[in-house]
Structure formats: C-alpha cells, structure tokens
C-alpha cells in the first residue's frame, strides 16, 4: 500500500505558480507532512513541513485541508531552477511512524 | 556552516572488491542514514543509527555493512560489490525528536557515485 502518492511529472513557465499535490490517505494522527526538493546529482533538500492548515516560508507554502489526507505544496513564480524533484514524506509504520520513505516524487519541468 | 560532508564525491571500484564510503557531520545530529538512489529512481534507506543503535532495513542485503565509531562520522561498507550496486549513495542526519515524533527533518550530503566496473 503505498504510503505517498504524487503526480509522476508536471511543466510550468517561468514566473507561474505550481501546485504539487500528495495524497496520504493512511496518514496518522501525530503525523507531519514535510516536502524535500532534489536537484540532479545532489542530496535532497528539506523544503517545508506542516501538520495542520498553512505553512509558508520564504521558499514554497504548504497547504493541508482538515482530513489530512492529502496536501499541495505551492511554489509561486517558478524559475528555471526550480527545475527539481519533489517528494513529500509523511510517517511510515516500516519505519516507526518516522518519515523517511521516499515515493515516486513529482518531477517538476519549468520552462522558459 | 554546519554540513553533512560525504567523500568521495565519485568512487570507482572492481566488481567483487569491498569499497567504503565516508560521511561526516557538523549538526551534532543523534542519527545519522544511509540511502541508496539509482537513476531515476528515489532515495532508499538501507539503514541508520540511533546513536550507536544500529537499525538495518528489512530488505538491505547483507553485502551492505555500515560502521559509526563517533557521533560525527559514518560509513558505508559494501564487501563485494556487484554490477547492481552501482548508484548514488547518500548520507542523512536528523535530530530525532523522540518515538512519537514525525517532524524531523533530513539533512543530506552531496552524495558519493558509486561505480562498479
């Protein structure tokens, strides 16, 4: 059963906005929900984390309705080096309820 | 800055002959995570260290060793590597926040490419 599910790849323009939905229907109760950006040959990148509503930093802003079975990271005005793959992670019983499996990701093609 | 450092960047090795790759930290982190990324492919956690508290994935072949002689640093012994564990191996740490706690966040080195020839 799997734990995340993400579109497999989404295209933009530069200067639009993106909304990258997960779903995690089996999500528990004092589960968080934290999104991680990976560029091409590098680690990936922690990118937000929330549990509940809102949250917005100074690089995307996260969007969690009330069921918590799903959430939509929002990048607004992308560039071209947003070009990237993102992966949202949320607690595992594999390993402990602890978010370190990573799924499919959504990979994320910003054009010119 | 605080980092996860992983050297080598790139490492070639002889199909068969063991290889070790190396990771340290400056975060002080209490856990430290090995993940093995094939192209195109995610991150896959082989195992990680709690503490000295070692916690093999269920499915990490046995070939896949890993040692933690202090907090900072961290390897990854591969003892006879095949054609298949070609891959990026990356390093992780996070501060854990306790057993109920999902929050942590992941901090990544570069990553070493494994190449086996």
């Known amino acids: 059963l799997a734990k995340t599910t993400q579109p497999i790849s989404m295209d933009s323009y530069e200067g639009q906005e993106v909304n990258i939905t997960c779903s995690h229907n089996?999500?528990?109760?004092?589960?968080?929900i934290t999104w991680y950006q990976q560029f091409p040959s590098q680690g990936p990148r922690f990118i937000i984390q929330?549990?509940?509503t809102k949250v917005t930093n100074e690089v995307a802003s996260l969007f969690i309705p009330a069921d918590r079975k799903s959430s939509t990271l929002s990048l607004p005005r992308v560039s071209l080096s947003d070009t990237a793959v993102y992966y949202c992670?949320?607690?595992?019983?594999?390993?402990?309820?602890?978010?370190?499996?990573f799924g499919s990701g959504t990979r994320l093609q910003v054009q010119p | 800055d605080a980092m996860v450092i992983q050297n080598p960047r790139y490492q070639v090795t002889q199909f068969g002959k063991p290889v070790t790759l190396s990771c340290s930290q400056t975060?002080?982190?209490?856990?430290m995570y090995w993940y093995q990324q094939k192209s195109s492919q995610a991150p896959k956690l082989l195992f990680h260290?709690?503490?000295?508290?070692?916690?093999n994935e269920a499915d990490t072949p046995d070939n896949f060793q890993s040692r933690r002689p202090n907090t900072s640093f961290c390897f990854l012994d591969i003892r006879s590597p095949g054609l298949g564990d070609a891959a990026m191996y990356l390093c992780?740490?996070?501060?854990?926040?306790?057993?109920?706690?999902?929050?942590?966040?992941?901090?990544f080195g570069s990553g070493t490419q494994l190449s086996v020839l």
């Open positions: 929330g549990y509940k």
């Open positions: 992670l949320v607690g595992d019983m594999d390993t402990g309820r602890r978010a370190l499996t």
């Open positions: 089996n999500i528990a109760t004092n589960d968080y």
């Open positions: 975060l002080n982190h209490n856990v």
């Open positions: 260290y709690y503490d000295k508290d070692f916690n």
């Open positions: 992780a740490t996070s501060r854990d926040g306790g057993d109920l706690a999902t929050n942590e966040k992941l901090f």
